[in-house]
């Protein structure tokens, strides 16, 4: 059974930090992986998608890469700036289920002025 | 091109009434799903349905959901005899039709969700 973990649960920087957010999953046959970000009372926007024979994808400040014989991803954020605060959201898309997503708790960020 | 539409976007029930949630999905989309959000917890996948057929409902509870996605108009979650475990944000989400060459075609796009609170 997928299972999908993040850590950490909740971080506080100081704006204009680097940060390293990080995705696990316990099974290595995944279709993509997808990041997401969440508001507060607000639906999820995706931020990058990165199919299974990808290794990174990039978005502005955003880069995500993908290694998934290890089950890991990471979302790194440059220059972090307050409007960057919001839940991150890792989700799995298993193969052969459809298009079914296995999410991960998600990561709070709070980027502080 | 509007993205997913959810309605209600807020609704209160009181113990035993009937939840309606619909959503319309991207145009050109013909894959739904649907996921919950309880409190303090993550997104869990519900069901995923395409025009007038379930493919998957592996995560709905076995009494009081059920979700239908007609030939015409939006997907609809139902929820019967509501309790206030209910109380969750309830999330849909659309693809286009699988195996698409589109450089999107593999991308879900979520709705803003419809938040339900039983009283």
């Not at chain 1, 973990?5 to 204009?16: F, M």
């Not at chain 1, 508001?39 to 995706?46: N, Q, V």
Request: proline share 6%.
């Amino acid at each position: 059974k997928q299972e999908v973990t993040q850590i950490p649960a909740a971080l506080s920087v100081p704006e204009g930090e680097n940060l390293v957010l990080n995705c696990s999953f316990t099974d290595s046959a995944i279709y993509n992986l997808q990041w997401f970000r969440q508001d507060p009372g607000k639906g999820l926007t995706s931020l990058l998608l990165i199919q299974s024979s990808q290794r990174e994808q990039t978005s502005g400040r955003l880069n995500a890469s993908l290694d998934k014989s290890s089950g890991r991803s990471t979302l790194y954020i440059a220059a972090s700036q307050p409007g960057d605060s919001a839940t991150y959201l890792c989700a799995v898309r298993p193969d052969n289920q459809g298009g079914k997503l296995i999410f991960g708790q998600g990561t709070e960020l709070s980027v502080k002025p | 091109n509007a993205g997913v539409m959810q309605n209600p976007r807020h609704l209160v029930r009181r113990r035993g009434q009937e939840a309606r949630l619909r959503c319309s999905p991207m145009k050109g989309h013909s894959h739904v799903y649907w996921y919950r959000q309880l409190p303090e917890e993550g997104l869990k996948f519900m069901v995923y349905l395409q025009k007038e057929n379930i493919i998957d409902e592996s995560g709905m509870p076995k009494e009081r959901f059920s979700a239908e996605f007609p030939k015409e108009g939006p997907s609809i979650l139902r929820i019967q005899q509501v309790v206030r475990g209910d109380s969750a944000a309830y999330f849909c989400a659309s693809s286009p039709v699988q195996g698409s060459s589109q450089r999107s075609g593999n991308t879900i796009y979520f709705g803003e969700g419809s938040w339900l609170t039983v009283v």
